[in-house]
Nanobody
Framework: VQLQASGGGLVQAGDSLRLSCAAS????????LGWFRQAPGNERDFVAA????????TYADSVKGRFFVSRDNVKSSVYLQMNSLKPEDTAVYYC?????????????????WGQGTLVTVSS
């Protein structure tokens, strides 16, 4: 299984950005997917997750109401729509595939990770 994240870049505070993550593997639709982020000097933090069917999502409190996760099981892709971006959202964003079908915010529940895409939000 390979995950390839894209869509990062440099934006201004208040702007929007959409991250994409394309996955290989024949069992994509059987597993939950998540987005995490890591700022310099910090641990990798949970951002959002979506269940295998896409019917359930969960978000970190810091992004709730601003970020929205979705998936397309036909295209084997997961997306993160980020609105009203803040400088504190600056980080490398990683997509990951869980080892289960239901949503989970626990980093240890994710088996496969993408390479990360950098999001920089200027004030």
């Amino acid at each position: 299984v390979q995950l390839q994240a894209s869509g990062g870049g440099l934006v201004q505070a208040g702007d929007s950005l959409r991250l994409s993550c394309a996955a290989s593997g024949r069992t994509f639709s059987s597993y939950a997917l998540g987005w995490f982020r890591q700022a310099p000097g910090n641990e990798r933090d949970f951002v959002a997750a979506i269940s295998s069917s896409g019917s359930r999502t969960t978000y970190a409190d810091s992004v709730k109401g601003r970020f929205f996760v979705s998936r397309d099981n036909v295209k084997s892709s997961v997306y993160l729509q980020m609105n009203s971006l803040k400088p504190e959202d600056t980080a490398v964003y990683y997509c990951a595939r869980a080892n289960r079908g239901f949503v989970t915010p626990k980093v240890n529940d994710y088996t496969y990770w993408g390479q990360g895409t950098l999001v920089t939000v200027s004030s």
